[in-house]
């Protein structure tokens, strides 16, 4: 079941992301970004067992306009299941509610969000409002992610 998150959900998903921050392929959040971000992220959880967060992803709006899509996790032991599309389709849906007209990602996975309709572009093309959180990264200012984005 795809929902929102619940606050007292906030360490379940940060410990959902820790091995791909671990293994470098989510940049790392403190429990307080995660906090204040909450209403953000969508969840799946197990159909079996509610409290089981299975993956998560986040739509953070960056202007009048965009929105960005991040903090895509989804539990090892259930990926190629279409966990991520669906929360990657939660996201884009909220995304329309919202009146945005354009979503972007910057991700170390672009085929995945390639196979979702994603189209690579040069860093340099998105706003440069959106660069307010690379500041606070660890990879600043040698950006390794690639760039895509999606019109809605």
């Known amino acids: 079941m795809i929902r929102k998150l619940l606050v007292d959900e906030v360490p379940d998903i940060k410990r959902l992301m ?5 293994e470098g392929l989510i940049l790392p959040k403190s429990l307080l970004s995660l906090y204040t971000s ?3 992220f969508w969840v799946m959880s197990d159909d079996k067992d509610p409290a089981n967060i299975i993956g998560c992803c986040a739509l953070q709006v960056s202007w009048v306009d965009i929105a960005e899509i991040r903090t895509l996790a989804v539990k090892k032991e259930k990926h190629r299941n279409g966990i991520g599309k669906d929360l990657v389709q939660a996201c884009m849906d909220e995304a329309v509610q919202l009146g ?3 979503l972007f990602t910057l991700t170390y996975v672009p085929g995945f969000f390639k196979r979702l309709g994603f189209s690579q572009v040069d860093k340099s093309m998105l706003p440069n409002k959106i660069w307010a959180d690379c500041i606070h990264c660890p990879h600043f200012p040698d950006c390794k992610e690639t760039a895509l984005t999606y019109q809605l």
């Open 18 to 22: 820790d091995p791909f921050v671990n």
């Open 38 to 40: 909450v209403r953000d």
């Open 100 to 102: 945005l007209k354009q």
